[in-house]
């Protein structure tokens, strides 16, 4: 059983929906559950035959029923692991476990700094009841071991991984520029993901006020888009701004940028950056979290300090005179952050878990109606 705080499109949810689409793949039984109301990436799982269910926390208020009714689902099914990504997924599950004997494994994701005291002390509290943790990197890890307190021998890391044939460009650059109103000729610098205040946007659109020959394409939705909106009206950045929201075909759209950004002020090991090298794009971000465990600053990519709008700027222009960046970038996915990479690594520990396990997942038998 898979265990996320939602299914919208972002690079959590399109990870759990790799690793689950990879193992159904090898024959395992899954299900993936959400703790909020389900998502479009729950809807894509369940298209493709793989069962999902949202258990439909609107409220906080309502913490003790979506406990309950994942508590009764793990009761009638009991799975032999279940892994839970995020805060909310992370201690729902381990208090909704507690007892049947099913091991839980609690995945981190990111360095937050911005966590809160509550949600620390609450981690803590409910740590032990998890058998164990994974972390999308080795910074993320040693912060889940100082701040959350996690035991060092109950922590994995498995990176996020991408099949680097699905992001290779299929020579649509013109044709993508068309359709999104850009200059077929024109200077592009891109962002995918979520628009969430940690991604620190308007720091890029401060640097690409500094580059006005350069377009800025940003690709995603969020709490954010409003604000961000506003301010590339107030900077009178006007048309060399392309918000896009949400897309369903994110390949396609990196084919028309000549560089990617990624200016977060802290982050795990984020999938977006993961995707942009894998589509041979040269990348610039930040230095912060886990980002230069796949970044080799002027090997494969430029990395500069957060907050830095100058820096970013002049990171992008070189970035953009060094094709050779993205070439290495792609060989680095290939050769050490793949898709299949990462779903190895979790099936070795689920497996390794499972055989420990009393409970076990009915041979044969389809995922029972919560």
Same mark, same amino acid.
């Given at each position: 059983?898979?265990?996320?705080?939602?299914?919208?499109?972002?690079?959590?949810?399109?990870?759990v929906?790799?690793?689950?689409?990879?193992?159904?793949a090898?024959?395992w039984q899954?299900?993936?559950?959400?703790?909020?109301?389900?998502g479009?990436?729950?809807?894509?799982?369940a298209?493709?035959?793989i069962?999902?269910f949202?258990?439909? +926390?609107r409220? /906080?208020?309502l $913490?003790? #029923?979506?406990l *309950?009714r994942? @508590?009764?689902?793990?009761?009638?099914?009991? &799975?032999?692991v279940?892994?839970?990504?995020?805060?909310h997924?992370?201690?729902?599950?381990?208090?909704?476990?507690?007892?049947?004997?099913?091991?839980?494994?609690s995945?981190?994701?990111?360095?937050?700094?911005?966590?809160?005291?509550?949600r620390?002390?609450?981690?803590?509290a409910?740590?032990?009841?998890?058998?164990?943790?994974v972390?999308?990197?080795?910074?993320?890890?040693?912060?889940?071991?100082?701040?959350?307190?996690a035991?060092?021998?109950?922590?994995?890391?498995?990176?996020?991984?991408?099949d680097?044939?699905?992001?290779?460009?299929?020579?649509?650059r013109?044709?993508?520029?068309?359709? +999104?109103?850009? /200059?077929?000729? $024109?200077? #592009?610098?891109? *962002?995918t993901? @979520?628009?969430h205040?940690?991604k620190?946007? &308007?720091?890029?659109?401060r640097a690409?006020?500094?580059?006005?020959?350069?377009?800025?394409?940003?690709?995603g939705?969020?709490?954010?888009?409003?604000?961000?909106?506003g301010l590339?009206e107030?900077m009178?950045?006007?048309?060399?701004?392309?918000?896009?929201?949400?897309?369903?075909?994110?390949?396609?759209?990196?084919e028309?940028?000549?560089?990617?950004?990624?200016?977060?002020?802290?982050?795990?090991?984020?999938?977006?950056?993961?995707?942009a090298m894998?589509a041979?794009?040269?990348?610039?971000?930040?230095?912060?979290?886990?980002?230069?465990?796949?970044?080799?600053d002027?090997?494969?990519?430029? +990395?500069?300090? /957060?907050?830095?709008?100058?820096?970013?700027?002049s990171?992008?222009a070189?970035?953009?005179?060094?094709?050779?960046l993205?070439?290495?970038?792609?060989?680095?996915?290939?050769?050490?952050?793949?898709?299949?990479?990462?779903v190895?690594?979790?099936?070795?520990?689920?497996?390794?878990?499972?055989?420990r396990?009393?409970?076990?997942?009915p041979?044969g038998?389809?995922?029972?109606?919560?």
């Open positions: 059983m898979l265990v996320l705080t939602d299914s919208n499109r972002g690079g959590t949810p399109h990870r929906a790799a690793v689950a689409r990879g193992l159904s090898r024959g899954l299900v993936v559950v959400t703790v909020k109301p389900s479009p990436v729950s809807e894509d799982l298209a493709e035959g069962a999902t949202g258990l439909d +926390l409220s /906080p208020w $913490a003790p #029923v979506a *309950w994942l @508590r009764r689902f793990l009761r009638s099914w009991r &799975p032999d279940v892994q839970s990504v995020l805060w997924a992370n201690v729902v599950a381990r208090l909704a476990a507690l007892g049947t004997g099913i091991p839980v494994v995945g981190y994701e990111s360095i937050d700094d911005g966590k809160s005291r509550s620390v002390l609450l981690d803590r409910t740590l032990r009841l998890a058998t164990r943790h972390a999308v990197s080795a910074a993320v890890g040693e912060r889940a071991v100082a701040r959350e307190r035991r060092p021998q109950d922590l994995r890391v498995i990176t996020n991984g991408r680097v044939e699905r992001w290779a460009p299929r020579g649509r013109d044709e993508v520029r068309d359709g +999104l109103g850009i /200059p077929v000729g $024109a200077r #592009v610098v891109g *962002w993901g @979520r628009l205040p940690v620190d946007l &308007p720091t890029l659109l690409v006020a500094l580059l006005p020959s350069w377009w800025l394409l940003v690709v939705e969020g709490e954010e888009g409003v604000r961000l909106r590339a107030e009178g950045l006007g048309e060399r701004v392309v918000f896009t929201g949400e897309v369903d075909d994110v390949p396609r759209v990196l028309a940028f000549d560089v990617f950004c990624l200016p977060s002020r802290w982050e795990g090991l984020p999938g977006s950056l993961v995707e894998a041979g794009l040269p990348v610039v971000a930040t230095r912060v979290g886990g980002i230069p465990e796949i970044v080799a002027g090997k494969n990519g430029l +990395l500069v300090p /957060p907050g830095d709008p100058q820096g970013l700027a990171a992008i070189a970035a953009a005179q060094r094709p050779e993205g070439e290495k970038a792609r060989l680095t996915v290939q050769e050490h952050f793949s898709e299949e990479a990462m190895d690594g979790y099936e070795r520990l689920w497996r390794e878990l499972a055989t396990s009393t409970s076990s997942v041979s038998g389809a995922v029972p109606e919560p």
